[in-house]
Every structure is written in structure tokens, then in C-alpha cells.
């Protein structure tokens, strides 16, 4: 009887633990992308940062990239096929960083890029190889209306920011901001389909 009841208890045990790890990989997904979304990646960045600041890191980067004229996507081929690019957007950036950085999808049509010990050189790099990976190869839209399939070639590009600790900032809500500007006044505004720091 006793070990009925201890297996009883044990298999509760172990379903919550089960349920517990699949609620906590919800909250840090993405439901569209399956990439890590914005809380995640703000707690990874606070992470991160004290790691730097407490000399366990040397280097810290970030990147966020936005998709140019996402809205004109979505206008032309309908909101179904923007979530279609996203997805295949973040299956790229994922399989590009793979375990050099984290990719999280930042809203919208924004990801970032955390780079731990990654200096900024560096992260330019890589912002410029995710930015070809997106320029050079077409999004494949696969439609079916009225029961005859098609698939649609779309050409989109991104616009890039990168910043880096500890020269661009010295805590991470600074990191982002630089970043930020970095996306909007040095890419977006200069032209798009770029990288600024």
C-alpha cells in the first residue's frame, strides 16, 4: 500500500514537472516563429550583461534587423503569406547562427541576434552574411486557390543595427537602443537593405 501511494506521488511528480517544462518553452517561444520571443531575450540580455560586467564575458554583441516595406508584403500577397516568409525567415536566421548567438523574433517584423563573446567586428560580419541570406535568395510563397497550387518567388531585404558591450553601451537597455538607432538612422534611413553600427 505505502508503495502505491509513493508511486501515486511520483507519477503526479513527474506530469507536473512535464507540464511545467512544456508551459515555461511556450512562454519563451514565439508561436508563430518557434523562435525565442522578447521576454526571453530580455532576460537572456540581463544575463549576459552581468556575465560581462562580472569579466566572465569579454564581449557582448546584438543585432536587430527589420524586413523593409514588411507592410507592401503583406498588402500585396495577404497576411497569411507574411507569416509564411517570417517562418521562413527565422528557419534561416536559425540555421545561419546555429550556436554562434541567439535569434529571437523582437515583434512585428523585427529579430535580433544576441551575440555572447562576439565583438563587434565580429557581429558586423554576421550582420552582413544574415543580410545577404535574406537579399539574395527569394521566399517562396506556395498558394492554393480554388484547388490549383502555385508558388510565388518574393525578394525582400532587411535592414540591420549592431551594437556591442562594453564600447557602444554599459548596461542592456542602452545595448538595445543602440542597436535600435543604429537600425533606423544608419540603415533604414540611409537607403535600407543594410548594415549600420
Known amino acids: 500500500m505505502i508503495v502505491d501511494i509513493l508511486s501515486s506521488h511520483f507519477a503526479i ?18 508561436a508563430l ?3 525565442y520571443n522578447y521576454r526571453y531575450i530580455e532576460a537572456k540580455l540581463s544575463e549576459e550583461f ?6 566572465s564575458r569579454d564581449h557582448l554583441s546584438l543585432i536587430i534587423l527589420d524586413i523593409d516595406h514588411f507592410k507592401k508584403v503583406n498588402n500585396t500577397y495577404g497576411h497569411q503569406c ?3 516568409i517570417l517562418c521562413e525567415l527565422a528557419d534561416r536566421l536559425a540555421n545561419l547562427i546555429d550556436k554562434a548567438g541567439i535569434a529571437a523574433r523582437y515583434g512585428g517584423e523585427e529579430f535580433i541576434v544576441l551575440m555572447p563573446d562576439t565583438g563587434k567586428e565580429d557581429a558586423i560580419g554576421w ?6 541570406t535574406i537579399a539574395n535568395r527569394p ?3 506556395k498558394q492554393n486557390i480554388d ?9 525582400i531585404t532587411a535592414s540591420i543595427g549592431v551594437a556591442a ?5 554599459d548596461d542592456s537597455l542602452a545595448l538595445i537602443r543602440h542597436a535600435d538607432r543604429a537600425l533606423y538612422v544608419g540603415a533604414k534611413r540611409t537607403g535600407r537593405n543594410r548594415v549600420a553600427e
Open 50 to 55: 552581468s556575465r560581462l560586467q562580472n569579466g
Open 165 to 169: 558591450a562594453p564600447e557602444d553601451a
Open 33 to 35: 516563429t518557434n523562435l
Open 13 to 30: 511528480a513527474f506530469e507536473n514537472a512535464r507540464h511545467y517544462e512544456e508551459t515555461k518553452a511556450k512562454s519563451e517561444r514565439c
Open 147 to 155: 484547388g490549383r497550387s502555385s508558388s510565388t518567388k518574393v525578394y
Open 127 to 132: 550582420a552582413e552574411l544574415i543580410r545577404q
Open 82 to 84: 507574411g507569416n509564411e
Open 139 to 141: 521566399f517562396i510563397l
